[in-house]
């Protein structure tokens, strides 16, 4: 089992900084991969980034590729998303997840745990 508490979500103006944290606690090995998601009313769970297990491969969605970076640190068992030149279209309840195959890390349905979110508001 692991746990996942996000921190660091709040209101920021458009062209400003974020940096979301996800303090996982339970197992204690970190070998599996995490990804970040994000969610707004109505719509579906979108991926945002992910991370392999030893933090060396990353991926991202397209339209935050060169804004948001992905990392983690797994002797703090903690894992990062900077965001960059934030845009009012980022605004949502930002989620982290654990333990997906990589094959799979853009796809929600394949991580085990989950986060309970973090509120991103971005004014303009």
């Known amino acids: 089992q692991v746990q996942l508490v996000e921190s660091g979500g709040g209101l920021v103006q458009a062209g400003g900084s974020l940096r979301l944290s996800c303090a996982a606690s339970g197992r204690t090995d970190n070998r599996y991969n995490m990804g970040w998601f994000r969610q707004t009313p109505g719509k579906e769970r979108e991926f945002v980034a992910a991370?392999?297990?030893?933090?060396?491969?990353?991926h991202y969605v397209d339209f935050v590729k060169g804004r948001f970076t992905i990392s983690r640190d797994n002797a703090k068992n903690t894992m990062y998303l900077q965001m960059n030149s934030l845009k009012p279209e980022d605004t949502a309840v930002y989620y982290c997840?654990?333990?997906?195959?990589?094959?799979?890390?853009?796809?929600?349905?394949?991580?085990?745990?989950w986060g309970q979110g973090t509120q991103v508001t971005v004014s303009s």
């Open positions: 991370i392999s297990w030893g933090g060396r491969i990353t």
């Open positions: 997840a654990a333990d997906s195959p990589w094959s799979y890390r853009d796809l929600a349905s394949r991580y085990e745990y």
